[in-house]
Structure formats: C-alpha cells, structure tokens
C-alpha cells in the first residue's frame, strides 16, 4: 500500500466521522438556489452523470442536492429480470463479492471475512438462517442511481437499525479496514421470500445524510447509539420484485444475504464490474 493511501485510511480513524456526515447532509438539504444549482452542476460534470434515464433531466429543477442524489430513473432504463426463480440486482453499482457463506463468515476482500452475526448486529436467532447461505456486496459510486429495489417478491418481517461508524466503503478502504460491513452504521431489513429467508443490509459510509426506507423514512438518527429493532408481524408491508425499498442520501453500499439453496450465479457477475438494478444475479436451481 502507497504512503497516499495509507494517510487516506489514517485519517478516517482520525477525523470526526458522525460530525462531518451530519455537516455534509445539511449542505445537502439546502435550499439556496445558487448554492444547490452551483452544488448539483459541479457533482454531476464531475461524476459524468447520465441524466438522460432521469425521469427529470433538469438539473436546476431538483429543490436541492439530495433530491438530484436520490432522483427517480425511468423504468424502461431499468428492466427488472422476469425469471420467478432469480434476484435481480437491487441497485445500480459494482460488485465487490458475491458468493457461498462458509460457517457464517462473509468474504470483505482479499485476507479480509467478517461474520453474518456481526453484520446483523448480533441477533443470532435472525442469523442462523444465513449461517450456510449465500450473498452479495455491491458498492455503489457516487455516478450511481441511489435508490434500492427488492431483488425478488418479500414480505417484510422486521427491520433493525445498528449505529457503528462511518468509514468510507469504497474499494481502498474495503481493502484495509477489518470488518468494515459489520463495523458501519447500517440498516437491516428482513424479509420472507418464496426463496427463504433474506436480509438486505444498507451501509452507511462517510457523509452518507441518511438511510430511508419506503415503509418508515429515515431510519439513522444520528443521535441513537443502541440497536434497534422494529417487529412486523401482521405481514403488512408486501413488495415485488423491483419495487423501489429504500434510499441512500450520499452514496454506500448494499449487503445482500439469502438463505441455503442450491444457488448458481449468474456467468455475467464478475467482480468489480458493474451491475445494474434489475440484472439477474443468482437463481435457485430446483
């Protein structure tokens, strides 16, 4: 690892991680039309953004920079895999690993695992189902579309929300922070499926605003420092594979675990290329 690199991921130990993404998502939020018109044009030349799919391609029409971060896409860019024996790629990004879960251990990178228990904040009893199952880790860059979608048919059956820390999860810091998926701030929501069991895990990073979900808003107050878990046991809250589910305000990254099948990976996945919401990732082979 280069001397640079090695100061970027000092230095996420050192600054204030929570202070500087509360700052960055009230920047986010404002309503100043020079600033957020200034903020929305540089971020998207930058980024080389492809407002073409946006439903409004108009950059100062957005009321500020979160509502450009976390803009709506036209469907037909996104066609969701019509297989019933297939997940579809939740988001748009670039696949970090993907594969077999192996006596509850998670592969972050290369020398680096991580336990589903940990990931999952510690349940065990959520857990145990994932213990031999399979998964996914898919980054999304700050070019990316933000919204997520359910990879399959689900009834939700709780949500947990685990405060950690705010490390970047970019590819570099994957690399070199331990545990870094399970050290995080993240958002966890389980959900029944004609497959199993499965978990769908938000990520928070460095400067990500929030976290939302369709059935709840925001779900990371940055005030809250114990686990949370919210129980939906009347099976109210039904969605389709790619109905839209939640949200990032700043970019992140999504954990997808499923339970034990006998699984087979699309030949299209391969890591670090990109994936884009709808895709068919896995299908479970009867």
């Known amino acids: 690892m280069s001397l640079l690199d090695q100061a970027k991921i000092l230095s996420q130990y050192l ?11 009230k920047l986010a939020e404002s309503r100043i039309s020079w600033f957020k018109n200034w903020f929305i044009r540089r971020f998207a030349a930058a980024y080389n953004i492809d407002m073409s799919i946006a439903i409004e391609p108009e950059l100062t029409a957005y009321a500020c920079f979160n509502d450009f ?7 037909e860019s ?10 579809c790629s939740p988001v748009d990004g670039a696949m970090s690993q993907f594969g077999s879960i192996k006596t509850g251990k998670i592969i972050q990178a290369k020398n680096h695992h991580y336990n589903v228990l940990e990931l ?12 031999n199952g399979e998964f996914c880790t898919i980054y999304l860059a700050p070019k990316d579309y933000h919204r997520i979608h359910m ?5 939700l059956t709780a949500m947990s929300h685990v405060p950690g820390k705010l490390f970047s999860v970019n590819p570099l810091t994957a690399k070199h922070v331990p545990g870094l998926f399970a050290r995080n701030e993240r958002v966890v929501a389980y959900f029944d499926t004609p497959f199993g069991k499965m978990a769908l895990v938000s990520v928070g990073a460095t400067i ?3 976290i939302e979900t369709v059935w709840s808003g925001t779900v990371t107050p940055p005030s809250r420092k114990e686990i949370r878990t919210w129980e939906y046991p009347e099976q109210q809250t039904q969605l389709k594979k790619g109905e839209e589910m ?3 305000k700043l970019g992140s990254t999504v954990v997808l675990v499923m339970e034990k099948a006998n699984w087979q990976w699309d030949q299209s996945i391969d890591l670090a290329n990109p994936v884009i919401l709808g895709q068919k990732l896995v299908t479970k082979i009867s």
């Open 15 to 25: 600054f204030p991680q929570h202070g500087v993404s509360i700052a960055a998502g």
């Open 69 to 75: 971060f976390t803009r709506a896409i036209k469907p």
């Open 78 to 87: 996104r066609p969701i895999d019509p297989d019933n024996m297939s997940f």
């Open 120 to 131: 999952l904040g510690g349940d065990k009893e959520r857990a145990s189902p994932f213990e």
């Open 246 to 248: 939640g949200r990032f």
């Open 151 to 155: 990879p399959c048919d689900g009834t």
């Open 208 to 210: 990500v605003g929030s």
